[in-house]
């Protein structure tokens, strides 16, 4: 039998951790093909070979074609990809853990479905805008009013820094044209900050779904972990680029978003902030672990035989 052209598999333990990789690389008008274990990608300019496994998540703009080959190397790689429409406003993404433990989403569903353990991980959230400040005593509305009131004071400074009139956070997602510079400009820098936090999430093994927060929707917890860093990353991004009165919006505020995350340590600095929120124990990355569950003892070992004599 013929050898299957192509990289081996992985083993799990072999593939880098999220935190060492690169945050995203967006691509658009190309078609995307692998080699061995790099990601080719085909455009006007030629062909250009990315290595596989150092890319966190890859961007998939209007225009892009990509093969069940790229795809096949892509999820043996642990890469999430987001198919994002004309100026990113569009999101759907898929992708495979980097970790074979299911710790921290076991943490993460504990924390959700237990009341007073999730207005503990709600407050720790809301902690961590206010660092400087004892927020323990006041209750999930009083942080609600609180952070509002933050959001105002930063969107009214950097209105004023860049000379930008601001009128509010407005957008029509299926038209992205409808909103002021501004408006267009945050949305396009949020979808970069929400395709990063979603591609950390599910490297980690946690679910995108289980917020705390933000509840109900398939990416809750994606926004719940993006919303940790606008204030400090795409609100000004967003403000600089639409100050700059460049032609082309998206594009800028993309490559400056790429920059500022890799500046930054933003990869790093999520895997760290959920870990910290979802506060695992006895949790150890990258471990091979796997139980068979048992309604006594909690759970037992697998990979062995168990039978009960006649």
């Known amino acids: 039998m013929a050898e299957i052209p ?3 598999r ?4 072999d593939l880098p951790q999220i935190s060492d990789r690169m945050t995203f690389i967006y691509l658009e008008h190309c078609k995307i093909n692998r080699q061995d274990s790099a990601i080719t990608v085909l455009d006007d300019t030629g062909i250009t070979h990315i290595p596989s496994a150092v890319i966190s998540v890859l961007l998939l703009g209007p225009g892009t074609e990509i093969s069940h080959r790229a795809m096949e190397l892509i999820g043996d790689s642990g890469i999430s990809v987001c198919w994002i429409g004309e100026h ?3 999101y759907y993404a898929g992708g495979r853990a980097l970790t074979t433990s299911s710790n921290l989403i076991l943490k993460q569903a ?3 479905t237990n009341q007073h353990k999730h207005a503990e991980v709600v407050r720790r959230m809301y902690a961590m805008r206010f ?3 004892d927020v323990s005593g006041l209750t999930t509305q009083q942080l609600r009013g609180r952070e509002g009131s933050r ?3 930063i969107y009214k400074h950097f209105s004023r820094q860049y000379g930008i009139e601001w009128n509010g956070r407005e957008y029509d997602p299926d038209n992205f044209s409808s909103s002021d510079i501004i408006n267009q400009a945050l949305s396009a820098a949020h979808a970069c ?3 990063l936090a979603h591609a950390v999430i599910c490297s980690l093994g946690c679910s995108p779904a289980l917020g705390f927060v933000h509840v109900g929707h398939e990416r809750s917890f994606v926004y719940d972990i993006a919303d940790l860093y606008k204030a400090d990353v795409t609100i000004p991004i967003a403000f600089e680029i639409a100050a700059s009165q460049t032609e082309d919006l998206s594009r800028s505020v993309r490559l400056r978003s790429r920059d500022e995350f890799v500046k930054i340590h933003l990869l790093e600095k999520m895997v760290r902030d959920i870990k910290h929120l ?5 949790y150890e990355e990258n471990k091979e672990v796997m139980y068979l569950w048992d309604e006594k003892s909690g759970t037992v070992d697998y990979g062995r035989q168990y039978y009960q004599e006649d």
Do not use: F, S
């Open 6 to 8: 192509g990289m081996i």
């Open 88 to 90: 990113g406003v569009r």
């Open 131 to 133: 660092p400087n400040e």
């Open 193 to 195: 900050l929400y395709g």
């Open 110 to 112: 504990e924390l959700v």
């Open 151 to 153: 959001v105002r004071r």
């Open 10 to 13: 992985p083993d799990i333990l």
């Open 278 to 282: 979802l506060n695992p124990e006895n």
